[in-house]
């Protein structure tokens, strides 16, 4: 089955950058979104189609995405950004996967 | 403004059969995909499935294939998901979401519902 892969855990200081990453080898072809789920909450969309972000959604978020890596930047971390981060893609049949999932502590 | 409100905690036994389910407003119910995501205690996203309510068409993802059923009344724009026979393994938090109209993300999510399965 596709996988896509997450670091398990990225761990910054604030006012720091912090980069999540997910591979996958469809990523050069299908999108992929992110989401935050913090401890408790529904998880919500903070990033789609590798770099677009949605209406509310601060401007220290952002995407990229080189080959079959695709990363999710936040710029000057804040203690609230501490959660864990999903990306989502589909495989080949168009069938929907998330990552593993990356914590991110802010220190 | 959309939502998608969810149903209540529940408390199981292994065997019980169990429906629950997730009520979306603000939106044309009919036109917009809806799918669930498991979320075992203390793990990672699981996609299962996402169902068209304007025709019922339904994607299970594999690993979920004849374990849930997934459908909804769209006279109600309800979507519901369903378990004939649950384990302990089923425990979990249940969440639905709303799949973007401009693509394959989803855009609006349930509070979810806290499923716990024990003898």
């Known amino acids: 089955s596709y996988e896509l892969t997450q670091p398990p855990s990225v761990s910054v200081s604030p006012g720091q950058t912090a980069r999540i990453t997910c591979s996958g080898d469809r990523l050069p072809k299908q999108y992929v979104h992110w989401y935050r789920v913090r401890p408790g909450q529904a998880p919500i969309l903070v990033i789609h189609k590798d770099t677009e972000r949605p209406s509310g959604i601060p401007e220290r978020f952002s995407g990229s995405t080189s080959g079959t890596t695709v990363t999710l930047t936040i710029s000057g971390v804040q203690a609230e950004d501490e959660a864990d981060y999903y990306c989502q893609s589909a495989d080949i049949t168009g069938l929907w996967v998330f990552g593993g999932g990356s914590k991110l502590t802010v220190l | 403004e959309v939502h998608l409100v969810q149903s209540e905690a529940e408390v199981k036994k292994p065997g019980e059969s169990l429906k629950i389910s997730c009520k979306g407003s603000g939106y044309n119910f009919t036109t917009y995909w809806i799918g669930w995501v498991r979320q075992k205690p203390g793990k990672g996203l699981e996609w299962m499935g996402i169902?068209?309510?304007?025709?019922?068409?339904?994607r299970y993802s594999p690993s979920f294939q004849g374990q849930v059923t997934i459908s909804a009344d769209k006279s109600i724009s309800i979507a519901y998901l369903q378990w004939s026979g649950l384990k302990a393994s089923d425990t979990a938090t249940y969440y639905c979401?709303?799949?973007?109209?401009?693509?394959?993300?989803?855009?609006?999510w349930g509070q979810g519902t806290l499923v716990s399965v024990s003898s």
């Open positions: 169902m068209y309510p304007g025709d019922s068409d339904i």
């Open positions: 979401a709303r799949r973007s109209s401009e693509g394959s993300w989803l855009d609006t």
